[in-house]
């Protein structure tokens, strides 16, 4: 099955710790987002990826930090730098022109 | 900078009727893609229906039609015969033509459909 996938669907985090978020995807897609969203707003663009060993910020960068070594995966790390990481994350990858697919998406609560 | 307005946070509809949710945009650009997406209670985000800018013809899938009107930046998601499975939340988004291979969108804030049985 092709598709993009998350892990985990739920993590807990202490204040003051990093967390890594996993995305990978099997569609052969170039670019992979990340996302953050909130209640009550739409999706906010964290990073970006058009190609591997390549990434560009978004909206809403400070506090995260990517990596793309292989196309089919853009790890997000949230760092203790991020004052309100408590949100829900999804991430993206397109093909040209078709829009972006999206996985199941990672609910991060900061304890 | 391209903005996305959705007016409507929330709307309801009885099952079996139709419904349309509206969708403004802001931009300068000519050449651009417009997007309906969809997010059940699973948060899982599906992509419903792509409009080109460039093509007059409205975007169809199914049950579900849009209405494209350039001049006015405006470009709203018509459901047909509404199912329980429908409700979610609804986002309308913008792409750019102009950024290169990017695949940026741009999201509004969503509009949260109620279905009534």
């Known amino acids: 099955d092709g598709g993009i996938t998350q892990s985990p669907k739920y993590l807990f985090r202490k204040e003051g710790q990093n967390v890594t978020l996993s995305c990978e995807q099997n569609?052969?897609?170039?670019?992979m987002y990340w996302y953050r969203q909130d209640p009550g707003q739409g999706l906010r663009l964290i990073y970006y990826?058009?190609?591997?060993?390549?990434?560009q910020k978004g909206d809403i960068a400070e506090g995260y930090s990517v990596s793309r070594e292989k196309k089919e995966s853009f790890p997000l790390t949230v760092t203790s730098a991020q004052k309100n990481p408590t949100a829900f994350y999804l991430c993206?990858?397109?093909?040209?022109?078709?829009?972006?697919?999206f996985g199941p998406g990672t609910r991060l609560t900061v304890l | 900078a391209q903005t996305v307005t959705q007016s409507q946070p929330e709307m309801s509809v009885q099952e079996a009727e139709t419904v349309t949710l509206s969708c403004t945009y802001d931009?300068?650009?000519?050449?651009?893609?417009l997007f309906w997406y969809k997010q059940p209670p699973s948060r899982q985000m599906i992509l419903v229906i792509r409009?080109?800018?460039?093509?007059?013809q409205n975007a169809t899938e199914n049950r579900f039609s849009v209405n494209f009107q350039k001049a006015a930046k405006s470009f709203s998601l018509k459901i047909s015969d509404s199912q329980l499975g429908d409700a979610a939340m609804y986002f309308c988004?913008?792409?750019?033509?102009?950024?290169?291979?990017?695949?940026?969108?741009?999201f509004g804030k969503g509009t949260k459909l109620t279905v009534n049985p």
């Open positions: 569609l052969n897609h170039d670019a």
């Open positions: 993206a990858s397109s093909i040209r022109g078709m829009g972006q697919f």
């Open positions: 990826s058009q190609i591997v060993n390549d990434f």
């Open positions: 409009q080109e800018a460039y093509k007059q």
């Open positions: 988004a913008y792409r750019s033509l102009t950024q290169g291979g990017s695949e940026k969108l741009v």
């Open positions: 931009t300068s650009e000519s050449d651009y893609y």
